[in-house]
C-alpha cells in the first residue's frame, strides 16, 4: 500500500531546480549511450566542467555502472527528451539527497533496496557518497523525496519473491553457477574421439603418414622379395638353361 505523504516531487523536469535537472540529465545521457552504443565521455565530462563540478563525472559513471550492471531493466532511466521523471529517477535522486542531508547506507537501501541486490546496495554506496559530496560542493543540492522506502508498492516493483534473488537457480543460469553442459566440454578440455587426432592421438590411418611402414609399403622403400630378384637380376636354377649355362654331363653341339 501506498505510505501516507507518499511524494514524488516534482513530476515534471520543467519544475525542477537547476541541480535535480542537472543529474538528470546526466544519468540519462549516460543511459542513453548504452542503447546507441555513442561514447558519451566527452560531453558528460564537458557538462559537469561547466556546472563546477568535474570530479563528480567519474562517480555518476561508476553509480549508473552498478544500476545498470544490477537492475538494467527496473531503474527505468528514461531518454535525454522526456518530459516526465520515472520513479526510478525520483529514487536516485531520493537516495543522493538522503546522503546529502546526513543519511547514510541505510538510507541508499530504503531508497534503491527494491531492485539492487545487497550485494550491489553495498557496492553503490562508495560512489554515491562521493557524488552527493562532490554536488554539494558545487552547489547542486537535490531536495528530499518522502515515503518512499522500498515496500512501497506504487514506487515500483518489489522483487522479494524473485526466485533468483531467493537463491533458485533456473537453467539459464546453471552455466554461470559452473554446470557443465555436453556442448561446453569440450571448451573445458574434454576430449571426444575426433578430438584426438587435433591433439596428436595417432590412428592406424595415420602411421603410414608418420612414417610407419606396412608391409605393402616395404616394396616402395626397396625392400626386395623374393618375387622381384628375377626382376632386378638374381639368376634362379631354371633361368640358368636359359642364359647359356651347360649342366654337367652334357654336351654343346
Same mark, same amino acid.
Given at each position: 500500500m501506498t505510505k501516507t505523504g507518499f511524494s514524488l516531487l516534482p513530476a515534471g523536469v520543467a519544475a525542477m531546480p537547476f541541480g535535480e535537472k542537472f543529474v #538528470?540529465?546526466?544519468?540519462r545521457v549516460w543511459a542513453d549511450a548504452e542503447h546507441t552504443?555513442?561514447?558519451? =565521455?566527452?560531453?558528460?565530462?564537458? @557538462?559537469?566542467?561547466?556546472? @563546477?563540478?568535474? *570530479?563528480?563525472?567519474p562517480s555518476l559513471d561508476s553509480v549508473m555502472t552498478v544500476l545498470q550492471g544490477a537492475s538494467p531493466h527496473c531503474v527505468g532511466v528514461r531518454l535525454p527528451p522526456a518530459a516526465d521523471v520515472s520513479v526510478g529517477e525520483q529514487r536516485v535522486l531520493g537516495a543522493i539527497a538522503a546522503l546529502q542531508n546526513g543519511g547514510g547506507q541505510a538510507a541508499v537501501d530504503r531508497y534503491l533496496g527494491c531492485w539492487l541486490p545487497p550485494a550491489a546496495l553495498r557496492l553503490i554506496f562508495g560512489p554515491l557518497v *562521493?557524488?552527493?559530496?562532490? #554536488?554539494?560542493?558545487? &552547489?547542486l543540492f537535490?531536495?528530499?523525496?518522502? @515515503?518512499?522506502?522500498?515496500?512501497d508498492t506504487?514506487? &515500483? %516493483?518489489?522483487?522479494?519473491?524473485?526466485?533468483?534473488k531467493l537463491g533458485h537457480v533456473y537453467p539459464d543460469d546453471r552455466r554461470k553457477l559452473g554446470h557443465v553442459y555436453p556442448d561446453d566440454r569440450r571448451k573445458l578440455g574434454h576430449v571426444y574421439p575426433d578430438d584426438r587426432r587435433k591433439l &596428436?592421438?595417432?590412428? %592406424?590411418?595415420?602411421?603410414?603418414k608418420l612414417g610407419h611402414v606396412y608391409p605393402d609399403d616395404r616394396r616402395k622403400l626397396g625392400h626386395v622379395y623374393p618375387d622381384d630378384r628375377?626382376? #632386378?637380376? =638374381?639368376?634362379?636354377?631354371d633361368d640358368r638353361r636359359?642364359? @647359356?649355362?651347360?649342366? %654337367? &654331363?652334357?654336351?654343346?653341339h
Open positions: #538528470l540529465w546526466a544519468m552504443q555513442r561514447d558519451p =565521455h566527452n560531453m558528460l565530462c564537458n @557538462g559537469f566542467k561547466l556546472a @563546477g563540478a568535474a *570530479s563528480a563525472y *562521493s557524488l552527493t559530496a562532490s #554536488l554539494a560542493q558545487a &552547489g537535490i531536495r528530499p523525496r518522502t @515515503g518512499m522506502d522500498h515496500e506504487q514506487a &515500483g %516493483p518489489n522483487y522479494t519473491d524473485d526466485r533468483r &596428436g592421438h595417432v590412428y %592406424p590411418d595415420d602411421r603410414r628375377r626382376k #632386378l637380376g =638374381h639368376v634362379y636354377t636359359k642364359l @647359356g649355362h651347360v649342366r %654337367p &654331363g652334357r654336351t654343346v
